[in-house]
């Protein structure tokens, strides 16, 4: 699921049956995981992200996102063929209220 957050300055990717997913800045991103009280953050990768580089479980959480999400533009924007301005303007959040998965999700 795609969602931005509150206040426009970062995109996630997030899965919320499994409460993991990559949150996007304007260029940089960082694995989101949800925990009982809040979300831990994991280290920041600069975009274009060099996927061969990248620690196994940031690939594994881009993998997981683009298996249950096959529409996504999470590939093109963590490698930079679609800058974040573009991904934020096509944002899709099925409830129309950006942020509003992350409350479903808890």
Same mark, same amino acid.
Not at 58 to 62: C, L
């Given at each position: 699921m795609k969602a931005t957050g509150l206040d426009g300055t970062? *995109?996630?990717y997030?899965?919320?049956v499994h409460g993991f997913g990559i949150r996007v800045l304007e260029d940089r991103c960082l694995v989101v995981i949800q925990i009982e009280d809040g979300e831990l953050f994991g280290p920041v990768h600069q975009i274009p992200?060099?996927?061969e580089t990248v620690p196994s479980h940031?690939?594994? *959480?881009?993998d997981?996102?683009?298996l249950n999400y096959p529409a996504s533009d999470l590939l093109d924007v963590l490698t930079g063929k679609k800058s974040f301005q573009e991904a934020l303007d096509?944002?899709?959040d099925p409830s129309g209220k950006p942020g509003e998965w992350l409350k479903s999700a808890l």
């Open positions: 970062y *995109i996630d997030f899965n919320a992200v060099q996927f940031v690939r594994s *959480i881009v997981d996102h683009v096509s944002q899709t």
